[in-house]
């Protein structure tokens, strides 16, 4: 009996072994395996051409200049993230271009800094306020532009403070979002968000959990939808108030 037990404990150790490499140490990065690899360029490189097709539709929706710009700074930055990823990720499969992997690898983080801050531009532009409105659009952004930064000079290093990072920059402007005169679209506002903070469980399990980072691409994904649904059902359109 305990004979047994033993072989179905090593039988599945081998099994997840085949599926996903052993934790990097500290400064260095993650080797997926194969399949892992496969499955983070399919996860979001799916989505590059919805996001530009999202794009689109919420420009054709838009019918200020005001909502055409807040759309186009969302829908871009939705366009850059999935395809930065993808390219990424096909690079880092290869095995090859040393020094463009690492440029992508640097992108990928450093563009999930402009995704979030993107992410609240809709809101905190088209939304009418009780204050604080444009203050907090001026602070997030900031505070991306200092992600960007921190993460080309500090690249693979700190990853725990990069992680306290991404989640600062995604949660402290809440604060500010729920001062909205019209609460409308909220509950799909904090879905999405939702999703983002629960991903990152995933983000950081690589080595733990096998695909822990192509799911969280999905976590992603299903984030990033709920923040364009509520974008087009509350913000977009000729009878808008505050656009």
Same mark, same amino acid.
């Not at 088209?126 to 960007?148: D, N, P, Y």
């Not at 733990?208 to 059902?233: D, E, K, L, R």
């Given at each position: 009996?305990?004979?047994?037990?033993?072989?179905?404990?090593?039988?599945?150790?081998?099994? %997840?072994?085949?599926?996903?490499?052993?934790?990097?140490?500290?400064?260095?990065?993650?080797?997926?395996?194969?399949?892992?690899?496969?499955?983070?360029?399919?996860?979001?490189?799916?989505?590059?051409?919805?996001?530009?097709?999202?794009?689109?539709?919420?420009?054709?929706?838009?019918?200020?200049?005001?909502?055409?710009?807040?759309?186009?700074? %969302?829908?871009?930055?939705?366009?850059?993230?999935?395809?930065?990823?993808?390219?990424?990720?096909?690079?880092?499969?290869?095995?090859?271009?040393?020094?463009?992997?690492?440029?992508?690898?640097?992108?990928?983080?450093?563009?999930?800094?402009?995704?979030?801050?993107?992410?609240?531009?809709?809101?905190?532009?088209?939304?009418?306020?009780?204050?604080?409105?444009?203050?907090?659009?001026?602070?997030?952004?900031?505070?991306?532009?200092?992600?960007?930064?921190?993460? %080309?000079?500090?690249?693979?290093?700190?990853?725990?403070?990069?992680?306290?990072?991404?989640?600062?920059?995604?949660?402290?402007?809440?604060?500010?979002?729920?001062?909205?005169?019209?609460?409308?679209?909220?509950?799909?506002?904090?879905?999405?968000?939702?999703?983002?903070?629960?991903?990152?469980?995933?983000?950081?399990?690589?080595?733990?959990?096998?695909?822990?980072?192509?799911?969280?691409?999905?976590?992603?994904?299903?984030?990033?939808?709920?923040?364009?649904?509520?974008?087009?059902?509350?913000?977009?359109?000729?009878?808008?108030?505050?656009?």
């Amino acid at each position: 009996m305990v004979k047994s037990k033993l072989r179905r404990i090593s039988h599945s150790s081998d099994y %997840y072994s085949r599926l996903m490499n052993t934790r990097a140490v500290s400064g260095e990065q993650y080797q997926p395996t194969d399949v892992e690899h496969l499955a983070n360029v399919i996860s979001h490189g799916v989505w590059i051409l919805p996001s530009i097709l999202a794009l689109a539709f919420m420009v054709r929706m838009s019918a200020t200049s005001l909502q055409k710009t807040a759309t186009l700074v %969302y829908g871009s930055a939705l366009v850059l993230l999935f395809t930065t990823s993808t390219i990424f990720h096909m690079l880092s499969y290869t095995g090859r271009f040393k020094k463009w992997r690492r440029i992508f690898h640097i992108g990928d983080r450093a563009v999930i800094y402009l995704f979030i801050a993107s992410s609240y531009t809709p809101w905190l532009v088209l939304k009418e306020f009780h204050s604080w409105a444009e203050e907090a659009l001026c602070i997030v952004w900031i505070m991306a532009l200092l992600g960007v930064s921190y993460a %080309y000079i500090y690249h693979e290093r700190f990853k725990f403070l990069e992680i306290m990072f991404y989640l600062a920059i995604g949660v402290c402007p809440a604060v500010v979002v729920v001062d909205m005169k019209d609460w409308s679209g909220l509950m799909e506002l904090s879905v999405g968000g939702l999703m983002y903070i629960l991903g990152v469980a995933f983000f950081k399990s690589d080595g733990v959990i096998p695909f822990a980072h192509a799911i969280w691409h999905c976590f992603v994904f299903v984030g990033s939808f709920c923040h364009f649904i509520a974008i087009c059902t509350y913000l977009l359109g000729v009878d808008i108030p505050g656009t």
